[in-house]
């Protein structure tokens, strides 16, 4: 069974910053492109970062150039997302993703086809 499992939400002050992780199993996504996206309460699915399989080339979101990192350990088939200056705004459930076939990058979310279950972030002002 494929699986996605994200860790490292939880609750941070404005301007704080935060680690996400999510770790595959079931198969290896070392030559595919994985993603993370977040989801607001009564919002639709939105951007965040992707990297390429095997981690030569990265896109984000506008909203998070420059605070927020993305990066992935092969030998752990495991992607991690750095946070850092996070705003209230930044409030959301954080999905990771992989695409089943592709190497590259894609910033719809019909174009990925496995999901992790989320974990809430939740940024205080």
């Known amino acids: 069974q494929v699986q996605l499992v994200e860790s490292g939400g939880g609750l941070v002050q404005a301007g704080g910053s935060l680690r996400l992780s999510c770790a595959a199993s079931?198969?290896?996504?070392?030559?595919?492109?994985m993603g993370w996206f977040r989801q607001a309460p009564g919002q639709g699915r939105e951007f965040v970062a992707a990297?390429?399989?095997?981690?030569?080339?990265?896109s984000f979101a506008d909203s998070v150039k420059g605070r927020f990192t993305i990066s992935r350990d092969t030998a752990k088939n495991t992607v991690y997302l750095q946070m850092n200056s996070l705003k209230p705004e930044e409030t959301a459930v954080y999905y990771c993703?992989?695409?089943?076939?592709?190497?590259?990058?894609?910033?719809?979310?019909?174009?990925?086809?496995?999901w992790g279950q989320g974990t809430q972030v939740t940024v205080s002002s």
């Open positions: 990297i390429t399989g095997g981690g030569r080339g990265t």
């Open positions: 079931g198969r290896t996504f070392v030559n595919n492109a």
């Open positions: 993703t992989a695409r089943g076939r592709d190497y590259y990058i894609s910033r719809r979310p019909q174009d990925y086809d496995t």
